[in-house]
């Protein structure tokens, strides 16, 4: 009698292919996309010019060893390209794939829409390094600026704003129908968050209650969590509860509304 047997399916190896396919695509379409790409990595070098040209106070030290650059700028500055690359590029690219039928066609292979995600986080993490990167080398060549003195709760507070930001991300893309609305309510969100936390001065320099609320929203709790870094501060519990009731509200709004398709 002849057996018949089943060939086994390795659907693990075959997803984790899938992944490693992903990345360098969704690096290309990243690539391609020139404001996408250009805007996170070079508007923070210009505020950072702009900020140095127009001041001559940046070099006043606000606390041993941290100048107003270091304490003002960089916190903003960073806040800026994680803001934009989670709320801004990320959504437009998943609605304009929703749109296509790419996420569709992909969950009937072994590449599922999830992976799609997961290659946008990686890339995405990637260009955040590479604009953080690129805007400490001007600041210090520059300007002089210094590192944080505590580095590694520096690193954690930009670890809770790369996951509250992509959060909000996830908000837009499962509330925009089109790309071009993705785009829109991301640039809104951008750019209400940033004005009211440091963007344009200091948060310090606002009304009092457009204070109040900037520090309360991710971005500016963000930058205030950043400033605490730099002079050695214990960061407030307030600001890693706006990140994580941010995270908390992202996540949950995308399970309940966002579509493949």
Known sequence: MTTMTTPTIHAAPAAARCVDADDPAEAKMITRSTANLIVPLGLPILLLVMQGLRTDDLSQEVAPGVTAMDYYALPVVLSIVVTYIGVMNFPSFLSTYRKTKILRRLAVTPASPAMVMVAQLVVGLVQVLVGITLAFGVAMLFFDA?????????????????????????????VAPTPNTAAAIGLIAFFAMAALGGMFGPMENLPEQLAEIGSWLPFGAAVEAFQSTWIGETVAWQNWASLGVTTILGVGVASAFFRWE
């Open 146 to 174: 210094s590192l944080p003195t505590d580095a590694f709760t520096a690193l954690l507070v930009l670890l809770a704003c790369c996951v509250a930001m992509y959060a909000l991300g996830m908000i837009v893309a499962s």
